[in-house]
């Protein structure tokens, strides 16, 4: 059985609106990602709330698996790409919504 291939991360920057992550992946994808769900929801997030500056700060970590602020604050690739997915299929469904004139 052919093993599944962990996301890698090759450069990330912050997006344009705020919480959000400019994503690009070690294939040559490109994801913008809103965090702010998961910011706002877990205490390990606390100064990323409170400062703006200190998101802005956001690098890739170690081998890609992860993007850091600080030592004690990170997101994992797995779970960036979940929600880049996420987020992309939400789009995609709204798009598709608006388009045909149906609620959601």
């Known amino acids: 059985m052919p093993r ?23 294939n040559g994808d490109e994801s913008l990602v ?3 769900g998961m910011i706002e929801s877990s205490r390990v997030y606390v100064p ?5 500056e ?10 890609g698996t ?10 994992s690739a797995d779970t960036l790409r979940w929600l880049a997915q ?7 469904t ?3 919504a608006a388009a045909t004139g149906r609620k959601m």
């Open 48 to 52: 990323l709330r409170q400062s703006l």
């Open 86 to 92: 996420d987020q992309a299929g939400a789009a995609m």
């Open 94 to 96: 709204e798009s598709l």
């Open 34 to 36: 809103d965090v702010s």
């Open 4 to 26: 599944k291939a962990l996301p890698r991360i090759a450069a990330v920057s912050p997006g344009d609106e705020p919480m959000t992550l400019r994503i690009r992946w070690d």
């Open 66 to 75: 992860d993007v850091v602020w600080t030592n004690e604050i990170d997101m």
């Open 54 to 63: 200190l998101f802005r700060q956001v690098r890739v970590g170690e081998h």
